[in-house]
């Protein structure tokens, strides 16, 4: 087994989760909850732990890729990555306009059909809508009635309601 660069950033995330579950036992106590303000975020960095020791393993059984020489390899190489990234920024950016309902069903519904085949088929396009309008609504459904959070609506529906 040879440490590759997947390995050192795989290291890097067990430590960052390491030091952001000892912080966990720095939140606040609350009286008024009826479960510890420690618990999700501690639920959540146990499963970024297991992932991540996943991916140590998984990167210490399979060789290098080699080092990415020129810039057109890296966006050709990172093209999945860089589409999903720059649609979550543009997620942000219009949230106060859009919402949580209708901006999250565009980035989840942009973001597959960005990582799915190049062809514009009605077929495809109808199962990526139908994904991201049951995803989205399901989530805000269970942060709304489960969680009683209250998700941006954003300008657009507050001004059609």
């Known amino acids: 087994m040879r440490m590759?660069?997947?390995?050192?950033?795989?290291?890097?995330?067990?430590?960052?989760?390491?030091?952001?579950?000892?912080?966990s036992f720095e939140?606040?106590?609350?009286?008024?909850?009826?479960?510890?303000?420690?618990?999700?975020?501690?639920?959540?960095?146990?499963?970024l732990t297991a992932m991540s020791a996943l991916f140590l393993v998984t990167s210490l059984r399979r060789p290098d890729d080699g080092p990415?020489?020129?810039?057109?390899?890296?966006?050709?190489?990172?093209?999945?990555?860089?589409?999903?990234?720059?649609l979550f920024f543009a997620f942000v950016a219009t949230l106060p306009v859009l919402g949580m309902l209708i901006g999250g069903f565009l980035f989840v519904?942009?973001?597959?059909?960005a990582l799915g085949p190049a062809r514009?088929?009605?077929?495809?396009?109808?199962?990526?809508?139908a994904i991201a309008a049951l995803a989205v609504g399901l989530m805000w459904a269970i942060f709304t009635f489960g969680l009683r959070v209250i998700l941006p609506e954003g300008e657009l529906l507050r001004g059609l309601v």
């Not at 088929?121 to 990526?128: D, Q, S, T």
């Open 4 to 23: 590759t660069r997947d390995s050192y950033v795989a290291l890097f995330l067990l430590a960052l989760c390491g030091v952001f579950f000892h912080a």
């Open 27 to 47: 939140i606040e106590v609350t009286n008024y909850g009826t479960i510890q303000s420690s618990l999700w975020p501690r639920v959540i960095l146990t499963a």
């Open 68 to 86: 990415v020489v020129a810039a057109g390899g890296f966006f050709r190489r990172y093209r999945n990555a860089l589409w999903i990234f720059a």
């Open 109 to 113: 519904f942009l973001a597959l059909s």
């Open 120 to 129: 514009l088929a009605v077929r495809p396009l109808a199962i990526h809508g």
